[in-house]
């Protein structure tokens, strides 16, 4: 599975961005989806997830009320609303897919490139 991220780029605090997550083949529906990032110096870590249907989602507690993950299966394609951005969410954001596992602690087994999410204070 190959997917590829786009929607990053330059924002203020406060702004807003939505990350796309594009998936080359049809079983994208039958897996669970995350986005993760990773800032210079620091480990990467798991930002949001969703489930095959949509039905369940989790949230790193930085990003609760803020963040929002969401799904189109009928275009193989994941999102990510990112609002009332703050310097320390800049980082580098990747998409990965999950064939099965729990969302918050699995091992996620297909990863794109990644996208650079740039915040100004």
């Known amino acids: 599975v190959q997917l590829v991220e786009s929607g990053g780029g330059l924002v203020q605090a406060g702004g807003s961005l939505r990350l796309s997550c594009s998936a080359s083949e049809r079983t994208f529906s039958s897996y669970s989806m995350g986005w993760f990032r990773q800032a210079p110096g620091k480990e990467r870590e798991l930002v949001a997830a969703?489930?095959?249907?949509?039905?369940?989602?989790a949230y790193t507690d930085s990003v609760k009320d803020r963040f929002t993950i969401s799904r189109d299966n009928a275009k193989n394609t994941v999102y990510l609303q990112m609002n009332s951005l703050k310097p320390e969410d800049t980082a580098v954001y990747y998409c990965?897919?999950?064939?099965?596992?729990?969302?918050?602690?699995?091992?996620?087994?297909?990863w794109g490139q990644g996208t650079q999410v740039t915040v100004s204070s």
């Open positions: 969703i489930s095959w249907s949509g039905g369940d989602t």
């Open positions: 990965a897919a999950l064939i099965r596992g729990e969302l918050a602690s699995g091992e996620y087994d297909y």
